[in-house]
């Protein structure tokens, strides 16, 4: 779709580029959630009709498409690297759960798997660049860049109570002494559950320890 003519190679000149188009659609998303992304709704916020949208997306899937690669344009992959492959990455994965919070609709659009855009292969770029140093092969390099993206998802669904509250006890009230002996221990251990930003941290930190630094990494 990035490579296509903007328009078409025929008619008027384009009113509109598909990076406002793209604007357009994560502001409906932003304030609407996904469902709220029509052609319509979408060419009604650009003032234009919505057949015109025609002229640059072929289809809703395209214009997720574009939606995904605008708001991955957000991540900071213009900085310089300062630490080593680890903490970089970590750092990444820290933006990249920033950016599924202010927009909650990622989750849904990208796990869609459709196509990758500039910006999408930029994110790929900057992460393979950042583990340029390591001597592990590249399929667990990529493994890693998939499992980020994965954790990042899995903690991007915990809603801002669930953040503060790793495992909520009303969850278990129904626990009993006789029949659950570790799981009544387990909640009544005093020991303070790790601060949720500590808590992403490590489990980033192992996956990629795991995958790039263990002697078996392809």
């Given amino acids: ?6 328009g078409g190679a025929r008619g008027p000149r384009p009113e509109h580029t598909r990076s406002d188009i793209a604007t357009a659609a994560v ?4 304030s609407g959630g ?24 072929t289809s809703r899937n395209d214009l997720l498409d574009l939606m995904v690669d605008a708001a991955l344009a957000e991540l900071p992959l213009d900085r310089k690297p300062e630490g080593g492959p680890l903490d970089e990455l970590v750092l990444l994965a820290r933006h990249q759960l920033a950016l599924y919070r202010r927009h909650p609709w990622l989750l849904e659009a990208a796990a869609r798997g459709g196509a990758l855009g500039p910006n999408a292969m930029n994110y790929f770029e900057y992460c393979l660049r950042i583990m340029a140093p390591l001597t592990c092969g590249t399929p667990a390099k990529l493994e890693a860049v998939a499992m980020i993206t994965g954790v990042v998802s899995l903690f991007a669904r915990l809603s801002p109570d669930q953040a503060r509250e790793a495992t909520p006890a009303h969850l278990f009230r129904g626990a009993d002494p006789q029949a659950h002996p570790h799981l009544v221990a387990a909640l009544g251990d005093p020991t303070p559950p790790a601060p949720r930003v500590e808590l992403f941290d490590r489990t980033v930190r192992s996956i990629l320890r795991d995958l790039l630094l263990s002697t078996g990494s392809r």
Wanted: charged share 20%.
């Fill in 27 to 30: 502001d409906l998303a932003d």
């Fill in 1 to 6: 779709m990035w490579t296509r003519p903007h």
């Fill in 34 to 57: 996904l469902s709220a992304v029509t052609m319509r709704a979408v060419a009604r916020g650009l003032g234009s009709a919505a057949a015109s949208l025609y002229r640059y997306v």
